[in-house]
């Protein structure tokens, strides 16, 4: 079955944020936007099948800058960052990055951001679709703390595929291979000031580039990577939602932040409920926000939880524009949020919210679609790579593959 898609023309005008590659990848064919950080983002230039394949064959830019970044300076800026993630930073040493939630006073996920440490008190938090600058700036009006929190004029666009490793050598030499996952360094690109961390979203080997003074040099540096990739096949492309679901990626705002649809009690889930308590840190010293409420969840354990899917009947070709809801003797229990057909598993796949007590790898589920009544059941995730044997590679040591 295909969905169909992006259908609805999207309106252009001054309220939505445009971002400094906006007219570069224009030239490229956008088909499609979508609207995250009160900012354009471009999702589509191709069908969605043939830009998953760009990307497991070969090697992708896109522009993410929608990640817009929270920096985080002053004296205290290391006590104050450590108060608003689970995750003990005593842990993050200087040039290292953390996949690290922001969590509320009752241990809701209010985003799940990848923190970078530019320097002993200077971070930034790359966001996903919320308000972290506001709710930052908010906590440290009322704290005494040396802290400055601002938004910088800095833009990330992702280098994801197996050409990955490539096309970054003939960027900045053999010494971005030294970059381990999740760590980052400082480069100068023809006059360029950029961050480059191995990070990314989709569980291939892949890289984020974040430009500095991307409001001046945006143009320039998308042409001199674009330049740059024409050996290695570079396309660009809108992130690859079938690829991170695939890599068991959740997405906040379906995934996580299930506070926008019918089903939900309008409660932000937890750490524990989606499968991400590694992140939550509670023997450390450090009192950060959610500390009490998420001692209470891992003592009391959770009464729903996102699991992994896979959903029989016909290939899920685009976009479910509801969640999809999973029944039980005709009434509703959970729903699915993101789901897919998997070219390489050839299986729908995707993420669903269920009691925990359907939440049992191999549980038979019935999702309610707009054909019928079909069957799934509930699978481990990641779906491919479990282990993420992949975007760990020693690029130093050998080639990358797709798994």
């Not at 570069?24 to 088909?31: E, F, L, S, Y």
Request: hydrophobic share 35%; net charge negative; charged share 25%.
């Amino acid at each position: 079955m295909r969905i169909p898609y992006d259908t609805p023309r999207i309106h252009m005008y001054t309220r939505i944020r445009k971002s400094p590659y906006f007219y570069a990848h224009q030239r490229h064919g956008v088909q499609s936007y979508t609207v995250c950080n009160r900012q354009y983002h471009p999702r589509h230039y191709d069908d969605m099948i043939s830009e998953y394949w760009k990307l497991v064959n070969d090697v992708t830019m896109w522009d993410v800058a929608v990640e817009r970044q929270v920096e985080i300076t002053g004296s205290d800026a290391f006590t104050f960052t450590n108060m608003l993630t689970p995750r003990d930073l005593t842990k993050c040493e200087v040039t290292q990055c953390k996949f690290a939630l922001n969590t509320d006073v009752d241990g809701g996920i209010i985003n799940n951001p990848v923190l970078l440490r530019l320097g002993a008190n200077h971070f930034w938090l790359s966001v996903a679709d919320g308000d972290v600058l506001l709710w930052a700036k908010g906590i440290a009006s009322v704290l005494d703390l040396d802290v400055q929190i601002r938004e910088p004029d800095v833009a990330p666009v992702q280098i994801q595929g197996p050409k990955s490793r490539d096309l970054m050598v003939d960027l900045f030499g053999e010494k971005v291979l030294d970059i381990k996952y999740y760590w980052m360094a400082e480069y100068e690109l023809d006059g360029m000031d950029v961050v480059v961390s191995r990070t990314g979203y989709t569980g291939e080997v892949g890289y984020e580039i974040y430009l500095r003074n991307a409001s001046q040099y945006g143009m320039k540096f998308w042409d001199t990577v674009l330049e740059a990739g024409k050996p290695h096949n570079l396309a660009v492309i809108g992130p690859c939602q079938i690829r991170r679901v695939e890599a068991g990626i959740l997405s906040y705002g379906s995934d996580i932040a299930l506070d926008n649809n019918f089903y939900s009690d309008y409660a932000f889930l937890n750490p524990y409920e989606v499968g991400l308590e590694y992140t939550v840190e509670l023997d450390q010293e450090a009192d950060f926000i959610g500390k009490e409420a998420l001692k209470r969840v891992a003592d009391e354990g959770v009464s729903r939880k996102v699991v992994g899917v896979e959903i029989e009947g016909d290939p899920l070709v685009g976009y479910i524009e509801d969640y999809l809801q999973v029944v039980q003797d005709g009434s509703q229990i959970g729903q699915v949020s993101s789901a897919f057909w998997s070219p390489r598993l050839k299986k729908n796949i995707g993420f669903a919210l269920v009691p925990i007590e359907h939440a049992d790898l191999g549980t038979e589920l019935t999702v309610r679609s707009n054909v019928g009544d079909v069957a799934a059941r509930v699978v481990e995730r990641p779906f491919i790579d479990p282990r993420k044997q992949t975007p760990k590679t020693d690029l130093r040591r050998e080639t990358t593959k797709s798994y």
